[in-house]
């Protein structure tokens, strides 16, 4: 009866997301430009911290190693649309790239727990950026101009809502189903869960794999935007950063923190717009205060203020 | 996961020369043993002994140095915990290690899931549910497992082994801390469990548990195989009496702290007369009540200690003894009632000032701190004393407890149980309290350390040292305490001084659990 319950939750949720993104859809041609670009980024910043937070949150792997697949999905995408492919397999060609960077590394990172492993993907990160901008053949510092014409803002706002619908179909299933329940009690003792046979390794991998490939869309989806690449932005810490902002703000392990911590560092970004030096500034304050007064973010603040509302109207 | 091909004439596991060095540290050396199918083999020794380690090899968790190990006839030795775990190698911690943020019925699916990833739901939640009902965890499994106190934690380790469906399964000191009741029923469950798996390794410090379930026995000490063969025939020898058993089953008392409680009284706050008006105790209850959110788990204590008294708690498992011990030491608040130290009432006061108002506390599970050496351990508690005090001091617990003075440089946790709860006692008494409590030191010890431990906390009480402890070895805490209380189900059932409580019918029968 409970798994009854449960399912028609989940069908009742899955109703209304669909109703959601059909609306913003179709809404969308009524948007005004200024609306769409901001809608836009809100929706790719949503999708990169959906990624990291089932890294992070889920699985207890703090990857600072974000702009590495950001970076790949850009250049890959635009050197494929270069070649004359079509956006749809210039996105599959990105997404693997990220996938298959992620293979490539990852006996590599997972030999190192905890903090060993948060500092080696920042060394991936640093190491491809710096890469990239002495490889010539990929433009070097300069980096690359995408030929083909790029969609319009709202072309790239329904991209952008498409990749979000997607990252979310993709978290449902990873952190409902029984994947999620090997994938936490890895990330609350690896050794014990070997003990009783799960295998860490390939469910580390397989949550690793899973964001990548989502963050190699989001930064694919990034490129097409810009029309060009280059390593100093694509590959760049800020995108790092951001994220952890994000998932940070918006409350870690919590479904809720990517809509929440997205809306707020965007709508922060935008009011500080013409003063960049206090814009970090002020982001690193909040960033101070909401660890140590809300350590779950404002969605656990969300949570919280809700249970204490329908306590008092109970009572 | 029971289909292999099983050849009966096969051992279920053999292990032969097995080795795990650490630097010259030989914990395991050389160690072989044969496990029979339907065996089950039970290993003891004195604490820091090797026992863990060799779980650890047997398991996976741990490469050994030198050796190999068969199970079911196929070479496992280079194989991952977790390809030990699928072939049927089940295991608990000594310490609990639960999956800490998921519930507890997600603790055992995570065993289900990873063997078999396309179960259907309902097969593995009964199953679950089936092995919970066993284990006496069946209340709990919604709860987050670090929500459940110790003892329930050690239910869970078994219960999560379970759910993988083992062949062969090691226990690692499932027993410690339980009440006779309490073991019976392990008993049974290990028996019950006996008769399902081919074989189990306990590795156990409470002998009852060692006599009625294990055929045969292997004690180990210094890493090195002692003696093996059958139960009764093993723990009659000399030798194992004297390594492991100590006073309770060899008769002589030695007493190694004897000689060092001469200087014990400097650690030991001077009881000024100042300090110590006529008729105030030192500490004081009055109508306790204290609970964990709707739980209500102490409804009504009242409690006297004064100064210089050994006052003893006891009490089943449950019963709200560890409770008691928190709200006393400040890091419980209690919901209702007076908690009196020299006469104030100092309900809301946090761990740190009642610290600073000399009670100190020996907690459960010792809570050493890992990246600090033995003697940080001991300095940290130290707190303001100047550094002439401080090294006066850290020289009496030395004195107190020479193995600690040998190990100083060493980390906190890489130390044996017993030394451990060494360590937690000297740390303790580098505050120099007036008061001290103790709470169930000798839980998952060697009888041979239990019986080193208690003849220290004997100086200690003859130098003067006023201590509550509480305690689930009825013997020692009535041969160490002037007045014995007896909890149950929240309240004290029963008090007085240990001569009249030792024969009160009622202590049995509480104990014994037929209370109810």
Not at chain 1, 66 to 80: E, I, K, Q, R
Not at chain 1, 180 to 197: H, M, P, T
Request: net charge positive; aromatic share 4%; hydrophobic share 50%.
């Amino acid at each position: 009866m409970a798994a009854d319950a449960s399912a028609q939750r989940v069908a009742a949720l899955a109703a209304g997301l669909l109703i959601v993104f059909l609306a913003l859809a179709l809404l969308s041609g009524w948007f005004s430009d200024y609306a769409l670009e901001l809608g836009g980024r809100v929706l790719l910043l949503m999708t990169l911290a959906e990624a990291w937070n089932l890294l992070a949150g889920y699985g207890g792997l703090v990857s600072l190693g974000t702009a590495s697949f950001v970076g790949v999905g850009a250049y890959v995408l635009v050197g494929v649309m270069n070649r004359g492919a079509g956006l749809p397999l210039a996105c599959l060609a990105a997404g693997l790239a990220a996938a298959a960077l992620a293979l490539l590394v990852s006996r590599a990172v997972f030999r190192l727990r905890g903090l060993y492993f948060t500092v080696g993907t920042l060394a991936l990160s640093e190491a491809l950026r710096l890469f990239m901008i002495n490889f010539q053949p990929l433009g070097g510092a300069t980096g690359l101009f995408l030929s083909p014409d790029v969609p319009g803002l709202r072309g790239l706002f329904l991209l952008a809502l498409g990749l979000f619908a997607a990252a979310t179909i993709l978290m449902e299933l990873a952190t409902r189903s029984r994947f999620s329940i090997l994938l936490r009690a890895v990330r609350d003792d690896e050794d014990a869960a070997a003990q009783i046979g799960v295998r860490p390794f390939r469910i580390k991998l397989l949550a690793f794999v899973f964001a990548s490939v989502l963050m190699g869309l989001g930064g694919a989806l990034q490129g097409l935007k810009l029309g060009a690449v280059e390593p100093y932005g694509m590959f760049g810490l800020q995108w790092t950063v951001n994220v952890l902002a994000i998932v940070i703000i918006g409350g870690q392990g919590l479904r809720l923190a990517a809509l929440l911590g997205s809306v707020f560092v965007v709508t922060l970004g935008e009011l500080l717009a013409s003063y960049p030096a206090l814009h970090l500034a002020i982001t690193g304050l909040i960033l101070i205060i909401v660890i140590r007064f809300a350590p779950q973010g404002l969605a656990g603040l969300t949570i919280r203020l809700a249970r204490r509302l329908r306590r008092s109207t109970r009572a | 996961m029971n289909g292999a091909p099983q050849d009966a004439a096969v051992p279920l596991l053999v292990a032969s020369g097995l080795s795990k060095h650490y630097g010259g540290v030989r914990a395991i050396d050389e160690v072989s043993l044969t496990l029979p199918r339907g065996t089950v083999l039970g290993v003891i020794g004195p604490n820091g002994a090797g026992k863990s380690t060799l779980i650890g090899l047997l398991g996976g968790a741990l490469r050994p140095t030198a050796g190999r190990i068969q199970f079911d006839g196929v070479d496992v030795t280079g194989e991952p915990a977790a390809e030990r775990a699928r072939r049927g190698i089940g295991r608990t911690y000594q310490i609990p290690r639960p999956f800490l943020d998921m519930t507890v019925r997600e603790n055992l699916l995570a065993a289900q899931y990873s063997l078999e990833p396309f179960i259907g739901r309902q097969r593995a939640l009964d199953a679950c549910d089936g092995i919970l009902e066993r284990t006496g965890l069946a209340d709990a499994a919604n709860l987050a497992a670090r929500a459940l106190p110790l003892l329930r934690r050690k239910r869970l380790e078994v219960a999560r082994a379970l759910a993988l469906k083992p062949r062969l399964l090691l226990l690692d000191e499932v027993g410690a801390g339980l009440v006779d009741s309490e073991v019976g029923d392990l008993i049974a469950l290990i028996r019950a469990l006996a008769r399902e798996v081919q074989g189990l390794i306990i590795i156990e410090h409470v002998l009852r548990i060692v006599r009625e379930c294990c055929g045969e026995l292997l004690v180990v000490n210094f890493g090195r195989k002692l003696a093996e063969g059958h139960t009764a025939a093993v723990l009659a020898s000399e030798q194992v009496a004297a390594v492991y058993l100590g006073t309770a089953h060899a008769g002589a008392i030695p007493s190694p702290q004897a000689a060092a409680a001469t200087g014990l009284a400097g650690l030991v706050q001077a009881n000024a007369p100042q300090a110590e008006p006529a008729g105030v105790p030192l500490l004081e209850l009055r109508d306790l009540h204290a609970g964990y959110g709707l739980a209500r788990v102490l409804t009504g204590i009242d409690l006297v200690v004064r100064t210089g008294q050994a006052v003893a708690i006891l009490g089943t498992n449950g019963a709200g003894k560890t409770t008691l011990a928190s709200v006393i030491s400040g890091l419980i608040r209690p919901s209702a009632g007076e908690l009196r130290i020299d006469g104030v009432n100092r309900v809301g006061a946090g761990p740190h000032q009642i610290a600073r108002l000399g009670i100190s506390q020996c907690m459960e599970g010792r809570r050493i701190f890992a990246p600090l050496s033995v003697a940080e351990n001991l300095l940290l508690a130290a707190g303001r004393a100047s550094k002439a005090e401080r090294s006066r001091r850290l020289d009496l617990v030395y004195g107190v407890f020479p193995v600690l003075r040998e190990r100083r440089a060493q980390g906190g946790t890489s130390m044996s149980g017993g030394q451990q709860q060494m360590l937690a006692i000297g740390r303790a008494l580098m505050s120099r309290p007036r008061l001290i409590i103790f709470d169930e030191i000798s839980l998952g010890l060697a009888p041979v350390v239990m019986d080193q431990l208690y003849a220290a906390l004997a100086a200690l009480r003859a130098a003067g040292l006023t201590m509550l402890i509480v305690e689930q070895d009825v013997q020692r805490a009535l041969d160490l305490a002037d007045e014995v209380h007896v909890m149950e189900h929240g309240r004290i059932a029963l008090s007085g001084t240990a001569t009249q409580i030792r024969d009160n019918p009622v202590l049995r029968h509480l104990y014994i659990g037929t209370a109810d």
